[in-house]
T-cell receptor
Framework: EAGVTQSPTHLIKTRGQQATLRCSPI?????VYWYQQALGLGLQFLLWYDEGEERNRGNFPPRFSGRQFPNYSSELNVNALELEDSALYLCASSLLASGGPSTDTQYFGPGTRLTVL | DAKTTQPNSMESNEEEPVHLPCNHS???????IHWYRQLPSQGPEYVIH???SNVNNRMASLAIAEDRKSSTLILHRATLRDAAVYYC?????????????FGPGTRLSVLP
């Protein structure tokens, strides 16, 4: 069974540009989560999509946005890039358990390394 | 705003048991306790989760205190592959509490 895949592996942009990161969840998973991991820091929750809708959002400015497509893949867009946006962006997928989101298991992809120059 | 506290780092010898503690004194009755680990240069991977009772799986055991204000992840025989950052996370049933809030975790070193 294929795991969560992310593309591209690496992305280099300059300040002010836009970046688009993509994630394909495990087959059958309907939820996709995005996290940011800056160098030396822990994972910061960005966005959660389920069944095509945004379920929850972390404490990030509006220039971080995304969407989930009918096939449950997802895209993260970062507009007006700033130097501090340089980080590893991780995507995770899950199939919401019958017990609700508090019990589901998230499967993480390898991440996209975004560098802003 | 992590709701859990863990030691920054721990060390273990190979093939010995490891007990990784986590304090979560503000846990609510419906919060589940999740453990994930992140190996070097990889995304996090699920280890175990539980609510009230102790839990076992092929990777580890989770011991939850009776008052649920702390828990311990137990690796029964540490291997070099277990060297990673271990995250203890609470996840609730509604609102922002549904989100995974990762703290800095515990960096486990395993000595041969």
């Amino acid at each position: 069974e294929a795991g969560v895949t992310q593309s591209p592996t690496h992305l280099i942009k300059t300040r002010g540009q836009q970046a688009t990161l993509r994630c394909s969840p495990i087959s059958g998973h309907t939820s996709v989560y995005w996290y940011q991991q800056a160098l030396g820091l822990g994972l910061q929750f960005l966005l959660w999509y389920d069944e095509g809708e945004e379920r929850n959002r972390g404490n990030f400015p509006p220039r971080f946005s995304g969407r989930q497509f009918p096939n449950y893949s997802s895209e993260l867009n970062v507009n007006a890039l700033e130097l501090e946006d340089s980080a590893l962006y991780l995507c995770a997928s899950s199939l919401l358990a019958s017990g609700g989101p508090s019990t589901d298991t998230q499967y993480f992809g390898p991440g996209t390394r975004l560098t802003v120059l | 705003d992590a709701k859990t506290t863990q030691p920054n780092s721990m060390e273990s010898n190979e093939e010995e048991p490891v007990h990784l503690p986590c304090n979560h004194s503000t846990i609510s009755g419906t919060d589940y306790i999740h453990w994930y680990r992140q190996l070097p240069s990889q995304g996090p991977e699920y280890v175990i989760h539980g609510l009230t009772s102790n839990v076992n799986n092929r990777m580890a055991s989770l011991a939850i205190a009776e008052d649920r204000k702390s828990s311990t992840l137990i690796l029964h025989r540490a291997t070099l592959r277990d060297a990673a950052v271990y995250y203890c996370i609470l996840r609730g049933v509604s609102g922002y509490g549904q989100n995974f809030v990762f703290g800095p975790g515990t960096r486990l070193s395993v000595l041969p």
